[in-house]
């Protein structure tokens, strides 16, 4: 049940009842009336921002529409107060009776409570991680791996038929650097002393390539010229290259639906100039030269005739090559041909999850988006900022294995996929996150991801207690949901009820703007309400959750510790932990 779109609907209804409308006479547009939690609790349990919205389309004061609207939302039932505030704000708070009904319905919902239909069964694509195939998964990699993970996770239980994809960058120049540095791994394989070079990848996890590259070649490879063998050397590179990013990605619990490779968008059918000659024949690619950029230096600005797209007719800045002095295709001219296959496979909603470093390439991408679907599909980036690691306050050293940064799996194997998961969401993706290895092991409530699992930890022990003190009690699913809930009255039971009501609205508004910070958040702030009142049951004895000579009320309170747990266990599945 969520509690803000049942009284949006009541205050619609009560909206029409008192005879508002238009200036005109016309049903007004109630598409911008929203119900929320009031800031302040002091002020009640809800507010809308009826009356200011409307004021104007209704030719009236906002103060005389929140009187009229107050005074009839008091003939509701479950309305014990409705007042005025401010400029216009209108205040409800509710009756207890409805919470405690709301907590029933909860229970009745169980694991499916918050779980909504928004998405109608959408198809959104989440691409994510998408790294290099030249190595392990770094640190860096780690955080966006998590966050597209996440916003899929909350897409779905949000209604939506979510793919998750990894676009392998296997058609570029690294991809040539990898098989030059596997090569060399290959002829150590067979017993040379090999010094790797500037400019080659120096790390250990190449050296299993190179084995494998001598245990089914011995030593043929070395009568080949490099043309000859390095498409083979590189396929095989790469393949093994994926296989290690399939599984320090599974360490983190994280699995793709769908691999693509940026090869597949010129071979056997060149894509990309499948998608610019579609592009020209809709008047918007053109031969012609860009202006000189103004203040900072454009990187992609050169001083020719070049095959532009009209990004600038789309929100872009400027408008972008498709091909290089060379002749060859930009990387800009690849993404657009793998978008637009995106689009062609039905995805009218793409999420990509980058790096921060990408912050430039989000408006072109999201103008071709937009223009090789004649508007339709949209296209949401996510950017994550940088990820530092520390330990006990001081930098951590980089990883000897990788030659040159810390892997994930360096990361998981210390502190686990849990901590690592939860607090990679616990900032906003866009904000830089600090990452301390001593401080997401404590078992403190400075932990958030221990304090999180601590609080699911207690309601289990909750359980465990009535079991020993009350055996006789019926704590099956069934008497929870007939318990005496009106005996729920302090207001710590009741404050966790609301917030537990909370849950479906905050999932609505973090999968309506890809935000599984949110969902983070709402869950350190759930723990905290119940920590809160199970340290006020130490101090005072009659809010225990156990009470052994009343088990009406113990019941009562073990159905709203049975609606806490379900929140806490839904939302962590949602993030992965």
């Known amino acids: 049940m969520n509690v803000f779109a049942d009284f949006s609907a009541r205050v619609s209804t009560a909206i029409e009842r008192i005879g508002i409308t238009g200036t005109d006479g016309s049903p007004l547009d109630l598409s911008r009336v929203v119900v929320e939690p009031t800031r302040d609790a002091s002020h009640g349990d809800l507010a809308t921002n009826a009356a200011m919205v409307l004021a104007k ?9 929140a009187t009229r609207l107050a005074e009839e939302l008091a003939k509701d039932p479950d309305v014990i107060a409705s007042d005025v505030a401010g400029p216009g704000f209108l205040n409800l708070r509710l009756a207890t009776g409805y919470w405690t009904a709301m907590l029933a319905r909860v229970l009745t919902a169980g694991a499916e409570y918050g779980r909504t239909g928004i998405g109608a069964g959408e198809k959104v694509n989440v691409e994510f991680v998408s790294t290099n195939p030249t190595g392990p998964v770094h640190v860096g990699h780690c955080r966006g791996a998590v966050v597209g993970d996440a916003i899929a996770n909350l897409l779905a239980f949000a209604g939506y038929d979510v793919t998750k ?12 650097v990898l098989a030059r540095s596997a090569y060399l791994r290959y002829r150590e394989a067979l017993g040379e002393s090999v010094a790797i070079p500037e400019g080659l990848y120096p790390g250990d996890y190449l ?10 070649f011995a030593d043929s490879l070395l009568l ?55 592009l020209r024949s809709q008047g918007l690619v053109y031969t012609g030269r860009l202006q000189p950029p103004k203040g900072q230096p454009i ?17 872009d800045d400027v408008d972008r090559p498709l091909r290089k002095s060379d002749g060859s295709y930009t990387y800009f001219a690849n993404d657009i041909a793998y978008h637009l296959d995106k689009f062609q496979r039905g995805f009218l909603t793409q999420i990509d999850v980058l790096g921060a470093d990408h912050g430039g390439y989000v408006k072109r991408m999201q103008a071709a988006v937009k223009a090789m679907s004649g508007g339709i599909a949209t296209l949401d980036v996510k950017l994550c900022q940088l990820v530092k690691l520390y330990r006990g306050g001081e930098p951590v050293k980089m990883s000897k294995r990788s030659g040159e940064f810390v892997t994930l799996r360096d990361v998981v194997d210390e502190v686990g996929a849990d901590a690592v998961r939860f ?34 930890a207690r309601t289990q022990s909750v359980f465990r207690q009535a079991a020993a003190e009350l055996a006789d009690l019926d704590t099956g699913d069934e008497a929870l949901r007939s318990a005496k809930l009106n005996l729920l009255c302090d207001i710590g039971e009741l404050s966790l009820i609301k917030r537990i009501a909370e849950w479906p609205r905050l999932v609505e508004s973090a999968a309506a703007m890809h935000e599984p910070h949110r969902i983070a958040f709402y869950l350190h702030d759930v723990a905290s309400e119940f920590h809160a009142h199970w340290n006020r049951g130490k101090e005072l004895a009659q809010l225990r959750y156990i009470n052994p000579v009343d088990p009406d009320l113990s019941l009562a309170r073990l159905a709203m510790v049975r609606a806490v747990a379900l929140v806490l266990a839904t939302g962590l599945a949602i993030l992965g932990v």
Not at 427 to 456: C, G, I, M, W
Request: glycine share 2%; net charge negative; no cysteine.
């Open 57 to 65: 389309p209704a030719g009236l004061s906002p103060s005389d529409i």
């Open 165 to 176: 994809e990894y676009y392998i960058n296997d058609a570029g120049a690294q991809v040539d």
């Open 207 to 216: 050296k299993p390539v190179g084995e494998l590259l001598a245990e089914r």
């Open 224 to 278: 080949l010229s490099e043309a000859e063998w390095l498409p083979t050397v590189r396929e095989i590179a790469i393949d093994a290259m994926m296989d290690m990013i399939r599984a320090d990605l599974e360490h983190l619990q994280v699995r793709h639906d769908v691999f693509t490779s940026e090869r597949t968008m010129q071979v056997p059918v060149d894509r990309v100039q499948a998608a610019i000659d579609y």
């Open 299 to 315: 990187e992609d600005w050169e001083d020719r005739e070049q095959t532009l797209f009209r990004s600038a007719d789309f929100g």
């Open 423 to 456: 607090m990679m969401l616990f900032r906003k993706n866009d904000a830089p996150l600090e990452f301390d290895f001593q401080k997401v092991t404590e078992q403190s409530k400075d932990n958030p991801v221990f304090y999180v699992q601590y609080a699911h």
